[in-house]
C-alpha cells in the first residue's frame, strides 16, 4: 500500500473540540490551499474560494453568530450563546470553503458545486497528509444570511462548509462504513 492510499483508507474527521493548536505555519497553510485549489475544474471557472478564520477572526465571527442565534432563539441563555459564539473558535484554523458556482453557457452549476466540494476534500486531505486532523461541517449558520454577509459571500455564492484544521491527541474510532456489496453496481 502507498501512503496516499492508506491516508485516505484512515482518514477520520476529528471533533472541533479535540483539535489543538499549533495551527498549520504560513509556509504549510499556503501548501493546504495549493493542494485544494488543484482540483478538476471544467473550464478554469475556479467556481470556489477560501476564507480563512483564526485569531481575532474566530472571535468577531463569533460574536455574529452568537447575534444571530440570539435574534432567532431570545430564549436563548447565556451558556448557549457562547456556544454558539464558540463554534468557529475551538481549532486554531477554520476555512470557510465558498462555493461560487454561477450560471455559464457550457459548464453546468452542478460540476461548479461539485469542484467546490473536490476543493474542500482536497484540502481535508492535504492537511491530514501534513499531521493535522480536520473536521468538516455545516451547521446552522453555513446557511443563515447574517453569518454569510458578515463573511463577505456574494448573495449568489454558498458556503460548501467550515473545514476545521488542528492537531488531535487521539483520532476517534472509526465508524462504521458501507460494504462496497451495497454501494456498488456495475452496468
Given at each position: 500500500?502507498?501512503?496516499?492510499?492508506?491516508?485516505?483508507?484512515?482518514?477520520?474527521?476529528?471533533?472541533?473540540?479535540?483539535?489543538?493548536?499549533?495551527?498549520?505555519?504560513?509556509?504549510?497553510?499556503?501548501?493546504?490551499?495549493?493542494?485544494?485549489?488543484?482540483?478538476?475544474?471544467?473550464?478554469?471557472?475556479?467556481?470556489?474560494r477560501?476564507?480563512?478564520?483564526?485569531?481575532?477572526?474566530?472571535?468577531?465571527?463569533g460574536?455574529?453568530?452568537?447575534?444571530?442565534?440570539?435574534?432567532?432563539?431570545?430564549?436563548?441563555d447565556?451558556?448557549?450563546?457562547?456556544?454558539?459564539?464558540?463554534?468557529?473558535?475551538?481549532?486554531?484554523?477554520?476555512?470557510?470553503?465558498?462555493?461560487?458556482?454561477?450560471?455559464h453557457?457550457?459548464?453546468?452549476?452542478?460540476?461548479q458545486?461539485?469542484?467546490?466540494?473536490a476543493?474542500?476534500?482536497?484540502?481535508?486531505?492535504?492537511?491530514?497528509?501534513?499531521?493535522?486532523?480536520?473536521?468538516?461541517?455545516?451547521?446552522?449558520?453555513?446557511?443563515?444570511?447574517?453569518?454569510?454577509?458578515?463573511?463577505?459571500?456574494?448573495?449568489?455564492e454558498?458556503?460548501?462548509?467550515?473545514?476545521?484544521?488542528?492537531r488531535?491527541?487521539?483520532?476517534?474510532?472509526?465508524?462504521?462504513?458501507?460494504?462496497?456489496?451495497?454501494?456498488?453496481?456495475?452496468?
Amino acid at each position: 500500500m502507498n501512503a496516499t492510499l492508506d491516508l485516505l483508507r484512515t482518514r477520520r474527521s476529528v471533533p472541533p473540540a479535540q483539535l489543538a493548536g499549533p495551527g498549520p505555519s504560513a509556509e504549510e497553510l499556503d501548501t493546504i490551499l495549493a493542494a485544494a485549489s488543484r482540483v478538476p475544474d471544467h473550464g478554469k471557472l475556479a467556481p470556489w474560494r477560501f476564507i480563512l478564520i483564526e485569531g481575532e477572526g474566530q472571535t468577531r465571527l463569533g460574536r455574529v453568530v452568537a447575534e444571530a442565534y440570539r435574534a432567532d432563539h431570545p430564549e436563548a441563555d447565556d451558556k448557549r450563546l457562547d456556544l454558539e459564539a464558540g463554534r468557529l473558535a475551538q481549532a486554531p484554523l477554520v476555512v470557510a470553503v465558498v462555493s461560487r458556482a454561477g450560471p455559464h453557457v457550457k459548464i453546468p452549476d452542478w460540476e461548479q458545486v461539485l469542484s467546490a466540494g473536490a476543493a474542500a476534500m482536497n484540502l481535508i486531505v492535504a492537511a491530514n497528509a501534513l499531521g493535522f486532523r480536520t473536521a468538516w461541517l455545516t451547521e446552522w449558520m453555513a446557511y443563515d444570511r447574517r453569518v454569510l454577509d458578515a463573511l463577505g459571500l456574494d448573495p449568489a455564492e454558498r458556503l460548501a462548509g467550515f473545514v476545521h484544521v488542528g492537531r488531535a491527541e487521539q483520532v476517534p474510532p472509526d465508524r462504521p462504513r458501507p460494504a462496497l456489496a451495497e454501494i456498488v453496481t456495475r452496468y
